[in-house]
């Protein structure tokens, strides 16, 4: 089987297993001996929302070159976007003339609300609008889920143009440090804007089926397991559109080198804005979905350890490829679960939930030094070009017409010369693997 | 047919004036040598040209239209390649990914496997079609800078500057560069070479630019520059000692 057909079979058998997983859950009953807690199926997905963050991450750094450290700030931006729509909006079908009332189509009002704190309560300008100026009988509607996540995406997107505009110019640590200090900013403000954000205590979001979806509850982990699951296949799809087309070659090329690829027609400022818009909107989302499923978001999520987790599920699944970073994620989310249970050899006693981020640690360090490309992409580069050097090989030792009368007419061939030549291309496509 | 013009430019780094005043015209496919002692500015003017670099004055057209002002793939689209003096191959994509990108560029609809042909044409004019998946970076020194002179023949300008195309090149594959030069400019591009490689540049180029500390000492035909005194005693003679 040749690679492309054996990756499509194990990516269409991988898509089928995802979908059959929730059957296996308890709450379904499970399968068999196999029964999924609920613990287990938040764990997926976890690992999922994990996966989309580290494979659009690796599509910013792995294929642009890229090396953002605010990948968790426009995740947050997607969270809080969504969190402060639930929180500030209504649309009621009379004017509250209490908050600030923006007239949409037909009779609908879209209302801001002002939100007072007296003492340990919250009252909002709406609430007393009930009682003194509404008519009765308004409706009062609260911002759909899924507009107020597409919302985030927008807000994502918009942070995403504005920084990829701004770090154009900056290379490597530069465009590092000013990722960081932007993802910084942003989570002081969080932590400081304690009316709007609700700070460190965290903004609460409505669940993401606040009335159930099918049959199942608000609090079921069925329909989350789905919409995660969904969100990482069409951002997977997206991004291998992405990477095979137009857009993937000229990143890549602007990672290799920027001066040569505008030397070569390609626009520079565009790709790399474009990849920043396209990265950070998959953030946001990841992030909105993510923030609507725990039900929370705190500005714990944008500190420099969350970005770091990320960025090493990236680099030890293997960062120049989307799959391999996808896939590192999930393993690792896991894989940091698993490694919690407790270990007692004799009268030793090893409490994991603290030992487990020192044996991780180890793992990065293995892997940065050891394999550089990650401990999958090598795997994969094997299966897809393990027949390169042979090809090479071979073309070479085919006769070639026209190579033969230019040799004959300008020098005589020189035999030892050329057979050093080829071993020189063999030896390069050698250590190349 | 191809016009380059540049008017009376400038270049200065802080208070260092790199170039001064230097004023040509490019007609037709012409084939041209750029030389000048270490620091004399060609590689400055070269990036001038391309765009990488803003003169400080002065003006640059190619067909009527002003290019100095535009962005380095503006400039390249409107039909000026270059190569750089320290090769510049994108050493982890392969060897055919590196000529598809030129050709896709300059096209905004376009796929892959419309020149994927064009590809293996060049490769096989390049003697290097039997390297077409190896990634660059497995690539001898000297077979990037053919892959370098490939990507240039898919991006398919009017214009082509060479930086240094010469240096450090197994003789074998500087027939092939001098093949390439002399067949392409028959084609219709026209050629800037800079080049250290005197007896190479003065065999090949038909008109000889000669700079020295920023200034355009001599323009013309290469037998006569030779000759010319000031030529002489500003690099020439350095060489001959």
């Known amino acids: 089987m040749n690679p492309t057909a054996l990756f499509r079979v194990a990516g269409a058998a991988a898509v089928v297993i995802l979908l059959l997983i929730p059957l296996a859950s308890s709450e379904l009953g499970g399968l068999g001996p196999l029964v999924l807690s609920g613990y287990v199926m938040h764990l997926a997905i976890t690992a999922f929302f994990y996966a989309i963050l580290a494979s659009s991450w690796s599509l910013l750094a792995g294929y642009a070159g890229q090396f953002s450290f605010g990948h968790m700030a426009f995740m947050a931006i997607g969270g809080y976007t969504s969190g402060l729509i639930g929180k500030f909006i209504r649309f009621t079908t009379a004017p509250s003339e209490l908050c600030t009332d923006i007239p949409l189509f037909g009779s609908w009002w879209l209302v801001v609300l002002n939100i007072r704190r007296v003492g340990t309560i919250d009252e909002s300008c709406l609430d007393m609008a009930k009682t003194e100026t509404l008519p009765a009988g308004t409706l009062i509607v609260f911002p759909p889920v899924w507009a107020s996540i597409a919302m985030g995406l927008v807000m994502g997107a918009t942070f995403g143009l504005l920084v990829g505009w701004l770090v154009l110019r900056l290379r490597s640590t530069y465009l590092a440090l000013f990722t960081i200090g932007f993802s910084e900013i942003l989570r002081a403000s969080i932590s400081a804007e304690i009316p709007i954000t609700e700070g460190q205590s965290g903004l609460e979001l409505v669940p993401l089926f606040p009335a159930g979806l099918l049959g199942f509850s608000s609090t079921s982990k069925i329909p989350p397991y789905y919409a995660m699951l969904l969100l990482f296949l069409v951002a997977m799809a997206m991004m291998t559109w992405l990477a095979g087309s137009r857009f993937g070659l000229f990143i890549r090329a602007i990672r290799e080198d920027e001066e040569a690829a505008a030397a070569l027609g390609v626009n520079i400022v565009r790709y790399k804005v474009l990849v920043f818009v396209i990265t950070s909107t998959l953030a946001a989302a990841a992030g909105a979905l993510q923030g609507h499923y725990i039900g929370i978001i705190t500005p714990n999520t944008l500190i420099i350890l969350q970005m770091s987790l990320v960025i090493a599920m990236a680099v030890i699944g293997g960062l120049e490829n989307i799959y391999t970073a996808s896939v590192g994620a999930i393993v690792i989310t896991f894989m940091l679960e698993l490694l919690r249970t407790n270990i007692t050899i004799g009268p030793l006693h090893i409490d994991m939930t603290l030992w487990r981020l020192v044996f991780f640690g180890l793992l990065l360090m293995l892997t940065l030094r050891f394999q550089r490309n990650g401990l999958l992409y090598p795997i994969l580069e094997r299966i897809s070009r393990g027949g390169v050097a042979a090809e090479t090989v071979s073309i070479r030792a085919a006769p070639d017409e026209d190579e033969v009368d230019v040799e004959d007419e300008e020098h005589p061939p020189s035999g030892p010369d050329e057979n050093a030549d080829a071993e020189a291309v063999n030896d390069h496509a050698e250590s190349d693997r | ?241």
Do not use: C
């Open chain 2, 1 to 241: 047919m191809l016009n380059l013009t540049a008017n009376n430019i400038f270049k200065n780094f802080g208070g260092l004036e790199v170039l001064k005043d230097v004023s040509f015209t490019v007609e037709g496919p012409e084939l041209i040598g750029l030389i000048g002692p270490n620091g004399a500015g060609k590689t400055t003017l070269t990036n001038i040209l391309d765009g990488a670099l803003k003169p400080s004055s002065g003006t640059v057209y190619m067909n009527g239209e002003r290019i100095d002002t535009r962005p380095p793939y503006g400039v390249a689209r409107a039909g000026l390649g270059r190569t750089f003096q320290v090769t510049r191959a994108f050493r982890r994509m392969t060897v055919l990914e590196n000529l598809l990108i030129p050709a896709m560029a300059m096209r905004a609809t376009a796929r892959q496997r419309d020149f994927e042909k064009k590809a293996q044409d060049v490769l096989e004019f390049l003697t290097i079609a039997h390297l077409r998946n190896e990634y660059a970076r497995a690539l001898s020194g000297g077979q990037q800078k053919l892959l370098e002179l490939g990507r240039l023949l898919m991006l398919d300008p009017q214009m082509i500057i060479l930086d240094e195309p010469f240096a450090g090149v197994h003789p074998r594959l500087m027939e092939v560069i001098y093949r390439y030069i002399t067949e392409t400019n028959a084609q219709g591009k026209a050629f800037i070479i800079i080049s250290h490689d005197m007896d190479t540049i003065f065999t090949l180029s038909r008109r000889l630019l000669v700079l020295n500390y920023g200034d355009l000492i001599a323009d013309g035909d290469p037998a006569v520059v030779r000759e010319d005194p000031l030529v002489k005693a500003a690099y020439l003679g350095e060489d001959e000692e």
